[in-house]
């Protein structure tokens, strides 16, 4: 069984920062793609970045050069630096870990959830 919990999530002003935390626990091994994911009110959850074993990472367009996501392989956590937030970024924000058993098998993760609000 694998656990993710978030932290970090809070009110800050437009031009901000916040760092997300997601500590993982459990069966993790092999390959896994961590992801952060997030959800505003009335709108389709959004991946928001995602880092692989390879350390590749990928961010969607409008957090590019703003969030970097991260991992603490010590403590088993994966980061979520955000700067210069908007009020556009607000939403619940999600920890996720797809971690796969073969090249055709996986098994999806995920944390409950932490909300920033950024307000103008």
């Known amino acids: 069984q694998v656990q993710l919990v978030e932290s970090g999530g809070g009110l800050v002003q437009a031009g901000g920062s916040l760092r997300l935390s997601c500590a993982a626990s459990g069966d993790i091994f092999g390959h896994v793609v961590w992801g952060w994911y997030r959800q505003a009110p009335g709108k389709q959850r959004e991946l928001v970045a995602t880092?692989?074993?390879?350390?590749?990472?990928t961010y969607t367009d409008s957090v590019k050069g703003r969030f970097a996501i991260s991992r603490d392989s010590a403590k088993n956590t994966v980061l979520l630096q955000m700067n210069a937030l908007k009020p556009e970024d607000t939403a619940v924000y999600f920890c996720?870990?797809?971690?796969?058993?073969?090249?055709?098998?996986?098994?999806?993760?995920w944390g409950q959830g932490t909300q920033v609000t950024v307000s103008s």
């Open positions: 880092l692989n074993s390879e350390h590749a990472t």
């Open positions: 996720s870990a797809r971690i796969y058993s073969s090249w055709s098998k996986w098994n999806d993760y």
